[in-house]
């Protein structure tokens, strides 16, 4: 697996835009649009993350609603495997399997088709977003994986914001591109 040299490390931290005070005030949004608009930087990270993924011998990669599509579904496609997408509630149009998280005020849902994995008992599944705030999403989401029958191999992000401990919410390891 090809570590990220210091000098792609840095490209790809140039390419995240910080937005202040988005969508509330004191929060400071990681928009990876400006990654996705880079061509360089885009093919920076899938590359590494094609070389880190591909001796995992995975069967799905399940993508995070909604920028988890976008880099789950690039990976999915290099890698030459299934990808499911995990989605916010009432949203997929068959039978679903659901779970619910809390947040700061109030709670929310995600969910997954109950044939997501196509009937493969123990698939070994990668889970994908872009960034990992307080666990609370990629946590409901792993739980939704073993649910459906498969094995959370690992959770992967572009981004963790460390100080918020997610990780300790998800029951899979965790690997972050970048961490702050
Ligand atoms: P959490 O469940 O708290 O880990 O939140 C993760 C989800 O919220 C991910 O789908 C992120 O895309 C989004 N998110 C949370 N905080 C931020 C942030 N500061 N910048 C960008 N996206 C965020």
Redesign the pocket.
Known sequence: MANLTEQERAKLLDSIRDVKDFPKEG?????ITTLLNNPEALDILMSHLESRYRGYNLDFIVG?DA??FIFGSILADRLKVGFVPARKRGKLPYRTISES?SLEYGSDEVEIHLDAFRGIDGAKVLVI??????????GAVVNLVKRAGGVAVESCFIVE?KF?S?RERVASPIYSVLSY
Do not use: N, P
């Open positions: 929060i400071v949004f990681k928009d995070i920028r988890g998280y977003d872009d960034l990992i705030a307080t666990g609370g999403t990629a914001l918020l997610g």
